[in-house]
Structure formats: C-alpha cells, structure tokens
C-alpha cells in the first residue's frame, strides 16, 4: 500500500482521470441535449464505435490524426442520422431503434475492419499503427508543478471536451437551448410558437453522433494509434447513465464523468503501486458506480413530459 | 392527439409528490411496441430480410466477392450438409433459450437487456456443478441445468429487485450488470478456476447426450420443450395473462387489480433463468469448458432475435434458427468464399432496422399507408 501515497501516483492517477473522462464527456453532453428534447440514444455506444473506427480509417489514409478526428466527427454524425430517421421520422420505439443501431455498428465495423486490414485468407485483421494525437502541454500553464502535469499536458482532444462544457452550458441557456428543452416538455406549444420540433431533435440526436464521433476517435487515434473491436467497452452506456445522473446538465455531466473516469483509472493505476487486487474486479468498477448513481444516491432524477414520445405534428 | 396530451402554453409548476420521477420508460410507450412487434406481418420480417440481404450486398463486392456466390455459400454453409445443419440447430437453442427469456420479460414491460450477462452467470453454474461435483453423469447434469438456470435468475432478479425497491432503470442496470457478470468470469478463470492455461477452467467431463450424427446434442429438444412451456405459459396460465395485460395495458392491469411488482418480479426471475438456462446448455452440449470469453454478445442477438420473432414463442422459434443459419452460414462462407464472417452481425443489425421500418407500413396495411400519405398533399392543391 505504501506505494499510493507517492506523488509519482497521485499526479499519474488524476492526469489519466482528465483523460478518461474526455470521451465520456463527448458522449454524454450531446446525450444530455437529446434527452433534454426528449429522445434517448441509445445506440451511443455504437456512435462512440463508428467514431472510432471512421477515425482511425481517416488517420490511416490521409495520414494526418486531426483529419481522422474530422472522419470521426462525421462517422458518428452518419450513424446517428441514420438512427434520428428511424426513431423520429419514421416514430420507431428509440430503445429498440438504439439496439439495432448498435448491433449494425458492431457488424459494419467488424466487416469493414476485416475487409481492409487482413492479410490473405486469414480474415485475421493486422493491426497498424496511425498518426495519433501527441500530447499537447499549454506553455506556461504546464509548467505549474504538479496541475500543469495533470490538467496542462493532455492531448488536443481532451482539451476540447473540457471546452464543450462551458459551450454546451452556454447554449443550453441560449435561445436555441430553450428550443431544445420546449421540444422536450411540451413539442406542441414549441409548434404552436412557431418551432420546429422535429428539426430540432434531428439536430441534437446528429449533434450527439457528431461529438461521441469525437469520443470514439479519442479511443482509436487519441489515447492509442490502433484500432481494437472491443475498444469502446461500455462507455457509451455509462454515457447514457451519466447524462442521465449528472441531470443532463453540462456541469453535472462534467462530474459524472470525472467521478467514473477515476473509478476507470484506478484500476489501471492501483495495479502500479503494487496493490494487489485482482484487475477485473477493478474494472468492474465503473459498472458498479453507475448503478449505485441511478439507485438514487444522487437524487431522483425527473425526465422531461414529452420523453421518449414521438412527435406527430398535427395536419 | 394523445388522450394524456397537456394543456399547451401553461407554465411548467413542480408537480404533486405523488407524480413523483421515476426512472422508467413511460407505459404508453412501451404498449406501443409490444403491439407493433407482435401485430406486425410475417411479410414484412420477410421483407426485412430481403431488403438487409441486399443492402449488404455492397459490402461483399467491396471484400472482392460476388454477392450471390457469398449468400449460396453461406445457404450452403448453413444447410449443405449434416454437420451444418447440426452446427445451426446447436446454435439455434442458444438463441431460442435466450430469445425467449427476453420476449416474455419485454412483453411484461420489462426492458430487461441483461440476457448477456445471465447467459455468461447460466455457463458460469453450469461449470462450477460439472467441474467440483463428480455424482453420477445424469444427476449431474440436470443439477448443472438447474444451477445454471438459478444462477441466470439470479442475476435478473438483481435487476428487478434494483427496479422495484431504488427505482433504477432496467435498461442501464441490466446492461452494466452484463460487464460485471463477464469480468467476473474473467476473474475466475483466471484465478481461482484457472487449470493449466490462464482464461479457461479444466475440461468440464460432463456431456448432454448427442441425438444425431456426432454433433447435434439435446439442447435442440430442452429449447423445443422451452418453446412448448413459455406458448402454454403465456397463452393459458394466470401468470402469462397478468404479464400480457401489463405489458399491452398497464392501467387496466391496474383495475384488474394485477401487482406490477409481483408480476415482474416473477416474469424476471423465469427470464434470466431461461438466459441461464441457455448459458449451461452451451457448456454442456457444445463447449465443454469455460472460456473467459465464453460468448461472443449471443445475448445481445438474441434480442434481436426476440423482436424480429415477435415477442412469441414460435416467433422466437423461426427467427433463432433463422440467425443460426446466418452465423454458422456465414463462419463457413468465410472459408469458401473469403468474405469476413462478421457479415452476419452486419445483416442482423440490418434486419433488425428495416424491421423497425416496415412495422408502420405493415401495422395499417399497405394500401391504407399509401393513401394516408397522399391525401394531405392533395388537400393542399
């Protein structure tokens, strides 16, 4: 145990906390705004996968990682819209929509990986190396001893998700925000008041893609520079549970996250300081945190009137 | 539009602490697609599948195939001879268990996605009852079947009793309780169970007994009783009349004097058991040993499975020898005609999507969707 109280450890420990919760962050803040208009996505997970995927592919073929993060961003935002059409146009259930959504992402990237990346008959997918965020230290503020070394020597990405926070909070409380929370109370005075309910959920389901796109590529090209199946892991589901926990608030959603990314971190970093705790149990974690958060310990949480109901606008 | 519509305009006050939030999916919603999966025509699953089979098409030229050589060599892979009809029927009684499992818990309302993780909790029984009890072959079996269908149980009950006393939602708890359940095993077959190689336990002795050929074991016929007992249950018992009701009504359920909490509570305990059920059938017909990455997301399919079949016994029936056929139909097809198998999770999830497409189509008929939509627009002119 003596080796967790070194600074070594504790700075390692919070600057990987930053860095896990960036794609958390990504997910859940645009998921907060779906939920706020009052559809869930439940396919995130498969969002945060096509983002990955469609990162490391442009990585891989223009050979620039900020243009694979482009790729991602855009792959995500596909996905999604393909997601938007079904659950809003055409007013399937979003929980099943999100299933299947998230069983077609699986199958698209795993044939796709295949056909592009295995050797000969082997169908075995070789993995390659892309370019790959570097770590980025702002001058000057990293070299404040030890929160340079946590908050100032991250890579771009994980900036820019703790810049989505003031923004998403910002345009929450903006005219557009208002829009987003009426098409989530009450669809019909938003009509009635000259709104567009349906633009603006296709909006924000598409935005949400958009941004997890940006959590995936982080998890192919930001914090590796592969490209791995079972990368995402859950995160989009715990995205789902911290929107969700963290009130669909981006303030709240910052929390969230950064509370499961330790939980996340520790078991990487425990391990480190010779504690000797078997590694799944630790990884299990996280799960365990998010059911604890939804079991109340934080507070019921209200959905808004109109969640998970489609809208039908009257002729 | 809807009868429980508010007034449009009014000023959102807090509402009466009885109304209080709760985190679950509104019923209303819920009726909705109970009613579009089991009302939906056999015709348009058909059309699902038609339209996923060719959507995939580009995919299989852009592995340098020719789409039609690819879908024979997977019919062929699938059905070409015994050993592969008999790989897809043990495949199918994974799905069938699984798929059914999870149709009677959605058709009570019950959002349960935790198929997964009862499915790996069923296999981790199993094993544990095969590996450290050496009784008699028989005893031992059904012993390892039962366990496995209590451990499944279990592990859903988990997930009502989190629902019925915290509130929390099925939904996410039930998924997260799916990673548990997979690093759990992890953990053990790594540690305490581990036999010479890390991620495995010993070779577990205990066999189902085959029925045909060298290959195909008795899981087929436990999935066909499964199918028999779920179609009585739900069609002729109490408990299947109180969980149709809830799911397709909840307010009348209500009046009807049914509790919602009883029922689910009953409802998930036979669900993950099933999911369990499914989980030991798989270690003790076809594997013979527990991996640490013992199944691949079966129990994520099998809801795929469960929906497209409609949320009925015999739908769950058709629909898992159906995705069989894909999965096996599709590791062959990746020997002979070179396409990745992963195909097959890919038409899944496009079938899946179309499906959801062509419920509104098919829930008003064709002919009545079609003039619906005409109608405004010459309203307009």
């Known amino acids: 145990m003596s080796g967790i109280l070194t600074e070594a450890f504790i700075v390692g420990l919070l600057a990987a906390t930053i860095r896990a919760a960036a794609p958390l962050i990504f997910a859940a803040l645009g998921e907060a705004f779906s939920q706020r208009s009052g559809v869930i996505n439940v396919g995130l997970e498969g969002y945060l996968l096509i983002g990955a995927f469609c990162a490391y592919l442009g990585s891989y073929y223009m050979d620039h990682a900020w243009l694979g993060a482009l790729m991602g961003l855009a792959g995500g935002g596909l996905i999604a819209l393909v997601a938007a059409y079904v659950m809003i146009s055409r007013r399937a259930d979003q929980i099943v929509t999100g299933l299947a959504v998230w069983i077609l992402s699986i199958g698209l990237v795993g044939l796709t990986y295949r056909i592009i990346f295995s050797e000969g008959n082997s169908l075995q997918p070789q993995r390659v190396a892309v370019d790959a965020f570097d770590a980025w230290a702002i001058p000057g503020l990293s070299s404040i001893p030890w929160i340079g070394e946590i908050l100032f020597d991250q890579i771009a990405l994980v900036y820019l998700a703790y810049l989505a926070v003031p923004v998403a909070w910002l345009i929450l409380r903006s005219r557009q925000g208002l829009k987003v929370r009426a098409a989530g109370e009450s669809p019909e005075a938003l009509e009635s008041a000259g709104g567009n309910v349906i633009r603006i959920r296709y909006a924000c389901v598409v935005a949400t ?56 971190s520790l078991q990487l970093w425990l391990p480190t300081a010779g504690v000797d705790v078997p590694r799944q149990l630790l990884q299990a974690l996280p799960y365990i945190v998010t ?3 939804l079991a109340g310990m934080f507070g019921r949480v209200r959905h808004p009137r109109a969640f998970l109901k489609p809208f039908v606008r009257q002729a | 539009m809807s009868v429980g519509a508010e007034p449009a305009g009014v000023g959102r006050v807090k509402g009466p602490p009885g109304d209080g939030p709760r985190l679950s999916v509104p019923a209303a919603w819920k009726r909705r697609v109970v009613e579009a999966l089991t009302g939906a025509s056999l015709w348009t699953r058909v059309v699902a599948v038609v339209l996923a089979l060719i959507v995939a098409a580009p995919l299989i030229l852009a592995a340098g195939s020719n789409p039609i050589e690819a879908y024979s060599a997977m019919v062929e892979g699938a059905f070409g001879s015994d050993q592969a009809i008999a790989d897809v029927l043990n495949r199918a009684d994974t799905f069938i268990l699984l798929g059914l499992g999870i149709a009677i818990s959605i058709r009570s309302g019950f959002f349960n996605v935790g198929a997964e993780g009862q499915l790996w909790l069923g296999a981790l029984g199993a094993s544990v009852v095969a590996l450290y009890w050496s009784g008699p072959e028989p005893l031992v079996l059904i012993a390892a079947l039962l366990v496995g269908f209590v451990f499944g149980a279990l592990w859903s009950g988990l997930v009502a009793l989190l629902k019925l006393s915290l509130g929390v939602d099925e939904l996410i708890s039930s998924l997260m309780l799916n990673y548990v359940a997979i690093l759990l095993i992890g953990y053990l077959t790594f540690g305490p169970m581990k036999a010479y190689r890390a991620g495995q336990t010993e070779r577990i002795e205990a066999e189902l007994p085959l029925i045909f050929g060298d290959r195909l074991h008795a899981g087929i016929l436990l999935s066909l009783v499964a199918v028999i007992v779920i179609w009585l249950l739900v069609a002729r018992t109490r408990l299947g009349y109180e969980m149709r009701t809830l799911g397709s009504n909840p307010d009348a359920a209500r009046y009807a004097g049914i509790s ?51 949320l009925t016994a015999f739908g769950v029936l058709l629909a898992a020898v159906l995705f069989g056929a894909l999965e096996i139909g599709a590791t062959n097809m990746q020997f002979t005609a070179g396409v990745p198998a992963s195909l097959s999770s890919l038409i899944e999830g496009l079938i899946l999507v179309f499906f959801l497409l062509a419920i509104p189509l098919s829930l008003s008929g064709p002919r009545r969707w079609l003039r619906r939509r005409l109608r405004p627009r010459r309203a307009e002119g």
């Open chain 2, 260 to 310: 919602a909490p009883s029922v689910i509570g009953r409802v998930s305990l036979l669900s993950g058991g099933l999911c369990g059920l499914a989980g030991a059938n798989a270690i003790l017909g076809a594997q013979h040993v527990l991996l640490s990455d013992f199944s691949p997301g079966w129990g994520y399919t099998a809801i795929a499975v469960a929906l497209l079949g409609g």
């Open chain 1, 291 to 293: 059911i604890i958060a």
């Open chain 1, 209 to 264: 893609g958009m941004l997890a796109g940006l959590g995936g590529a982080f998890l192919s090209i930001g914090q590796t520079d592969t490209f791995e199946e079972g990368l995402v892991g859950g995160r989009g589901f715990i995205a789902l549970g911290i929107a969700i926990v963290g009130r669909r608030n981006p303030v709240g959603v910052l929390v969230a996250a950064l509370v499961f990314a330790f939980a996340d």
